[in-house]
């Protein structure tokens, strides 16, 4: 399964690009299985525990399957402010 992993924020100055395709062994795979392959792939991009995964305008959780015709997942990184 192959999808376009969209960076946003620090992550995007941390991985050095905006986007980046991602093959994955499963199908479908989960966001947690995205997750992990990102952790191994981009170690740079630090801890991913706190980073939202989302398709469209939708969060997923990491037990969420990812379907085999998504083309885009954005990593959101946390917001602060005040």
């Known amino acids: 399964m192959k999808v ?19 093959v994955l062994d499963e199908v ?8 992990a392959a990102l952790s191994k792939a981009l170690p740079e991009l630090g801890d991913l525990g706190s980073v939202a995964i989302a398709i469209g305008d939708e969060l997923l959780g990491d037990s969420d399957r990812l379907s085999d015709t998504v083309a885009e997942v954005a990593l959101l990184p946390p917001v602060s402010g005040g």
């Open 28 to 35: 479908p795979a989960t966001a947690g299985e995205l997750r």
């Open 4 to 22: 376009e992993v969209l960076f946003f924020g620090v992550l995007r100055k941390r991985a050095g690009e905006a986007r980046r395709p991602v």
